[in-house]
């Protein structure tokens, strides 16, 4: 072998055997199932309030079979038009959106907000490139597209295919402190949070339903993931708190969940995985005995969370061993 | 099996590479064929011998499961912080050891070589993994053999995993250090941590602002004195995880800890560090 064999593309986004025998199993999926494949066929619209739909994700990793249709979508239709709340995580997941939208109305799709950076959150916008909307994101998001997107955009291709997965869209407004969005007849105050879940969480309230829209601020049921700052994270979560709604859409679980005892549950990790992580640091307790031990109180509380607890001890550990 | 639309990746990538075996000794560039999840035992086997024969030569390397031993995850929680600890438990016995991530793009991660001052019996530190792989390390010992041990690790994505954050901010605080001292007894060898601020940047990772690579820039020699006594000379290279820390053992004879660090981009810093006096 030759150092001419070298490609750097080999390199960047290896597929896992795992992958490559998904990616197979969806080719030959292709051509019997419906868009989203077997698992879409549960799939419905919930009206969580007076024109506000979601639908539930799957409580899943993303898979050929689920189109990485694993976080909590909607939209709300207002005199003016339609905002979609979350456009699902591939442009497959967000063609089925679409068209659910289009059952229910004919009002133009005005709006599309792109709550973060994750892929189940953000490669549903793809199918809503056409209807030529404003695209809500952070003021930190177009970054860390930039950085991530297409790291994300080949793993989903991987898994799902070149022609499911789309493109990376980039907003169109960036909100730094706070926007208002207005349908007419209802109103979205849109909030960027500092460094929490990522570094580019936005948060929405609705003036008509009182709903919150946390996206992955709040998990429900699944095992929140840490990817920006576990301080901050729970310093967001106050805010959420004190922001008046009692009812909140969250990224991932019901579609609709009674505001405090969600947030307590979802404080109760983080301050679980703070305090268990420091007291690993203080012990010296290495990163590799700590991500076994930290927060085994709440294994029973949350679904994934031998896939995702040792990882966000990893995430937690580098932000605390420098305090 | 990926294709590639950005042609600027390339250069980059080949800078990296080049920077990194430059580095260390020799070319790997063997080992830089495109290896896979899905490669049998004896491809990874003809790997590493392709690799060992790049760094060692014709030199001899004997498997032991005695003299050094490799603890890693099997399955790596997130690849751009595998944390690995290499046990050598004969103190006296150890000049250096050698740590090699077979399937990453420059497969020589590290590279250790111990004076008086260490106690070699543990050593940890924290490597991006990029592929499902073979982990070597090699010691030798003070009559100058070679000695080999291995673990498979699954892992994905660790080289060119972003960093969550600017170029700016990863390298905010760059060269800042810490040391950690683990409770000791008078006359044992003292188990330290050190902790350094540092992006060590593999020259995988997309800047956020250009969207372009940003480039290599990683520790490449790391110096741990007890006085005038060295405990560790380490030769490091992109496969170490972003603000490196390292677990080691020093004989204390009473004088500070001294660090110096330097990187590939002409960055250098030192520190200074005061053990406490062992509890009687």
Known sequence: MTASAVRPGEYVAPGRPLSRRHALFAGLCLCCLPTLGRAADAFTMDEVGPGIFVRKGLIADATPDNADAIANIGFLIGRTGVLVTESGGSLADGQWLRAEIAKRTTKPITHVVLSHVHPDHVFGAGAFVQDKPVFIGHAKLAEALGARGEFYRKRLVDLLGEDRTGPVVYPTLSVADTAEIDLGDRRLTVTAHGPAHTTCDLSMIESGSGLLFPADLLFVNRIPSLDGSLRGWLKEAERLKAMGATRAVPGHGPVAVDLAPALADLTGYLIALRDGTRAAIAKDVPIEKAVASVAQDQRDKWALFDTYNGRNVTVAYQELEWE | ?280
Not at chain 2, 147 to 158: H, I, T
Not at chain 2, 182 to 199: F, N, W
């Open chain 2, 1 to 280: 099996m990926m294709t590639r639309t950005d042609r600027k990746a390339a250069p980059t990538f080949a800078l990296a590479l080049a920077l990194a075996t430059a580095a260390l000794s020799g070319s790997v560039a063997g080992a830089a064929r495109a290896a896979g999840a899905s490669d049998s035992d004896q491809e990874r086997a003809a790997r590493w011998q392709e690799i060992a024969k790049s760094i060692f030569g014709d030199r001899r390397i004997e498997t032991t499961d005695s003299l050094v031993k490799i603890d890693a995850p099997g399955r790596a929680l997130d690849a751009a912080l595998v944390p690995i600890t290499l046990t050598m438990p004969d103190d006296g016995r150890i000049k250096a050891v050698s740590l090699i991530i077979d399937d990453n793009p420059a497969p020589y991660a590290a590279k250790f070589e111990f004076g008086p001052a260490a106690d070699p019996a543990e050593l940890k530190l924290r490597v991006r993994v990029n592929n499902y792989t073979d982990m070597h390390a090699v010691v030798e010992t003070q009559d100058g053999k070679l000695y080999e041990a291995k673990q498979f690790v699954k892992a994905s994505g660790g080289c060119s995993a972003p960093m969550g954050m600017s170029d700016e901010e990863a390298m905010k605080g760059m060269g800042d250090m810490r040391m950690k001292f683990a409770d000791s007894q008078p006359g044992k060898p003292v188990e330290a941590t050190l902790m350094i601020r540092h992006p060590n940047f593999s020259g995988m990772q997309m800047n956020q602002v250009t969207r372009d690579y940003t480039p290599a820039r990683y520790i490449d020699k790391l110096t741990v004195s007890a006085g005038d006594r060295t405990v560790f000379t380490m030769t490091g290279d992109i496969s170490i995880a972003s603000n490196p820390v390292i677990n080691f053992a020093f004989k204390p004879d009473g004088k500070p800890i001294r660090v110096s660090a330097s990187d590939n981009a002409g960055g250098s810093w030192q520190h200074s560090f005061n053990p406490p006096s062992p509890t009687n």
